[in-house]
């Protein structure tokens, strides 16, 4: 799973036996499009990226960007060696084309070591952060360009996370450091602080035996309305405007790795798909799906997916979405 976006979700899958020669050195890329609400709408395949094996990454994403009544699709990709400077590969799928195309190739030393997986589009420009400021890419000009972090803030895993600003013109950059949650806004020119938050008033509530220091951001919502966040074995849900803090899941022992969080924003309380007389009239049951920290929970009536919700809290069940 590689993302969720205008109620889509993305999985991704590399495939090495469909090109041609069996060269062990190239692969496909193959992203499907989920439409968990849209059941006639079923699953949906862009055309495979053919792409051969780098010799190490270091960071790649997949961009989606509403134009008209469809998408286009950028797949960003930094190779990078320690005797090179890192290389930058633009793949561009135009709203109803058959195949991508290269959209640009940059080298530049301003790619070294993105220190989070998780860049943001706004506009034609992707922000990527690194160790030491976040680096611009501008798509229409093929440019790369830095802005430098607010004072005093530090890039680490975890710790730092971008996020695209209500208006779609700029960016948020929310920054952890043990239990304080900074929220800066870029307008253009300088950083300004927006918000801080404590959160150890909110985890008040925790058993003493649950609170520690050790917390990472996972994922940000888009405009900052919410964060999840990691904290040992759990993942809490924190609404920036409630100002709340919940467990919305929890490992189980065996379990050493959260993973990736990608919501899937809903109307609440959701609307399902109407079956067609003809489905309806199958004996088997449809599956539905919906994404609960990471990964996709599959249920086959009702009461089996309140159940889901009702295990899980609903992260946003007192607000106009859920996650």
């Excluded at 469809?70 to 190779?79: K, L, R």
């Excluded at 609440?268 to 599956?287: C, D, E, G, K, V």
């Amino acid at each position: 799973m590689v993302g969720c976006s205008n109620g889509s979700v993305f999985t991704r899958r590399l495939n090495f036996t469909s090109c041609g020669n069996f060269d062990l050195d190239t692969y496909e890329l193959v992203f499907a499009v989920h439409s968990p609400l849209c059941y006639e709408g079923g699953m949906a395949f862009l055309p495979g990226l053919h792409l051969r094996m780098p010799s190490l990454y270091s960071w790649a994403q997949l961009f989606s960007k509403e134009e008209g009544d469809g998408s286009s699709y950028f797949y960003v990709m930094v190779e990078a060696l320690d005797t090179m400077e890192p290389t930058l590969n633009v793949y561009m799928l135009q709203n109803g084309g058959n195949a991508w195309h290269k959209h640009l190739t940059l080298v530049s030393d301003l790619l070294w070591r993105p220190s989070s997986h998780k860049g943001v589009l706004i506009d034609n420009k992707i922000y990527v952060a690194t160790y030491n400021a976040i680096v611009v890419l501008d798509l229409t000009s093929s440019i790369l360009s830095t802005i430098q972090l607010p004072h005093g803030v530090g890039f680490g895993l975890g710790a730092t996370v971008l996020s695209r600003a209500d208006d779609g013109s700029v960016l948020y950059l929310i920054h952890i450091k043990e239990l304080q949650l900074h929220i800066w806004l870029h307008n253009g020119d300088n950083w300004l602080l927006v918000d801080t938050i404590c959160l150890s008033e909110m985890c008040a509530n925790f058993p003493e035996d649950e609170l520690t220091t050790c917390i990472r951001i996972n994922h940000v919502g888009d405009y900052n309305e919410y964060v999840f966040l990691e904290m040992d074995q759990y993942a809490l849900y924190l609404d920036v405007k409630c100002r709340t803090l919940r467990k919305v899941c929890e490992m189980i022992a065996d379990e050493y790795h959260l993973g990736d969080i990608y919501p899937f924003m809903m109307s609440w309380p959701p609307i399902f798909p109407t079956l067609s007389p003809a489905r309806s009239n199958n004996t088997s049951q449809p599956h539905y799906s919906i994404l609960v920290v990471g990964c996709i929970l599959e249920y086959q009536t009702m009461a089996d997916y309140y159940g889901i919700i009702d295990s899980v809290e609903a992260c946003a069940a007192t607000s106009s979405h859920a996650s």
